[in-house]
């Protein structure tokens, strides 16, 4: 699936989003293995090759956008177009019609709402430029700060998987999935272009 | 790995009325006279429209070794799912997660009514539990598939999950789906 169809770079009123390039791996990795951040990810904190190891085992380069603040990479965004769920005879109808998304972003920008920003560009970019039909995204429910993101984007919670995930702190923790469907999306109100500089 | 999913169970499994046991190719003829039938299909996720296409569907996704028989007086009825997965945990603690199940099921529409899959499942919760050990148990379903949805209710499964027009369904279109789910303490603690 190509993210060609989108224009890059995207702007909003303070950010630039743009796909992260091998540049930016730096800063990325580093954002991700800082405690706060680290403890809501899969993965383990490590270093920044342990770092560099995950996004080659498991090719994240190509879903990950980065995050510009005055030209500086205060985070980034996660972008996968998938397939929905569909019987077999039916699945070209839904062949790359959806997207999951996710965030990270370096605890000493947070607090101005710049993953919120960040985040409704790219809903507006799946839909309008990519043209999916459903939005999902996954969190530990209670990583409370990103679970707000999805509300302020006009998610809904869809999911709820109770004791379903093993944090590393030992304890079995409850899942969530939020999703928005490209119709709901269009019909919410939502503030005219604000984010669209 | 499945096929020692079934290798750690003692086959075959007796209910009070039923019989299940892992299915080999020779079931594949009846599993698939079963499914075809409109009635059944309709919730399938796929409809073979031959024999040889069910059966190298079958071994396109190995699911020969996920599937069960059913048997009602040595005669085949249906089939059930048991599918065994590494449980979800973050990378560091991944050994210690353990495993879950996702379940399934299908009857011949001329059995039902008489309980049997709710006997089977209700067993087939049981072989997770204690004989497998997973710590939780899944079953999926497009959430108009009414008498699916009321096995899962009587096997004590909550719902975790409903996906607004997430599921693409041949004839009805665009669907919502549906997760339900049983933790093994909640399981036990339904049977104390």
């Known amino acids: 699936m190509t993210l060609d169809r989108i224009s890059w770079p995207l702007r909003t009123d303070r950010l630039t989003v743009r796909p992260a390039t091998v540049e930016d791996l730096d800063a990325l990795g580093r954002i991700q293995n800082l405690p706060e951040v680290v403890t809501w990810l899969p993965s383990s904190a490590g270093t920044q090759a342990d770092y560099l190891l995950r996004m080659g085992q498991h090719s994240l380069l190509p879903r990950t956008l980065a995050v510009e603040l005055d030209s500086v990479v205060i985070g980034e965004l996660y972008l996968h177009v998938t397939s929905g769920w569909a019987q077999r005879e039916v699945a070209d109808g839904a062949r790359d019609c959806e997207a999951e998304i996710g965030w990270g972003f370096d605890p000493a920008h947070q607090g101005h709402g710049y993953a919120t920003e960040a985040a409704a560009e790219l809903v507006r970019a799946c839909f309008q430029d990519l043209g999916v039909r459903r939005i999902t995204a996954g969190a530990f429910a209670d990583n409370d700060r990103s679970v707000r993101i999805m509300e302020r984007l006009g998610m809904r919670q869809e999911t709820r998987g109770i004791r379903t995930t093993l944090h590393r702190s030992g304890h079995w923790v409850d899942n969530t999935v939020h999703a928005l469907l490209a119709d709901e999306w269009r019909g919410a109100d939502r503030p005219a272009a604000g984010a669209r500089a | ?192």
Do not use: K
């Open chain 2, 1 to 192: 790995m499945t096929t020692e999913t079934f290798d750690r169970v003692t086959w075959p499994i007796r209910t009070e009325r039923l019989t299940i046991r892992p299915a080999t190719s020779e079931d594949l003829r009846g599993i698939f006279e079963v499914r075809t039938l409109p009635e059944v299909g309709q919730w399938m996720p796929d409809r073979p429209t031959s024999y040889p296409e069910f059966v190298m569907r079958f071994g396109e996704l190995g699911v020969l070794a996920r599937t069960l028989v059913l048997e009602l007086d040595g005669a085949l009825i249906g089939d059930l799912y048991l599918h065994v997965t590494d449980a979800w945990a973050q990378a560091d603690v991944a050994a210690q997660a353990g495993q879950e199940a996702e379940i399934g099921w299908c009857l011949s529409p001329a059995h039902q009514g008489n309980g049997y899959v709710s006997e089977a499942a209700a067993e087939l919760v049981r072989i997770c539990f204690e004989d497998l050990a997973a710590r939780r148990v899944t079953a999926a379903a497009f959430a108009d598939n009414v008498p699916s949805l009321a096995i899962m209710r009587r096997l004590g499964m909550r719902q975790e999950s409903r996906g607004v027009r997430d599921s693409l369904h041949r004839e009805r279109g665009w669907i919502d789906g549906v997760v339900f789910a049983l933790l093994a303490d909640e399981w036990r603690e339904s049977r104390a």
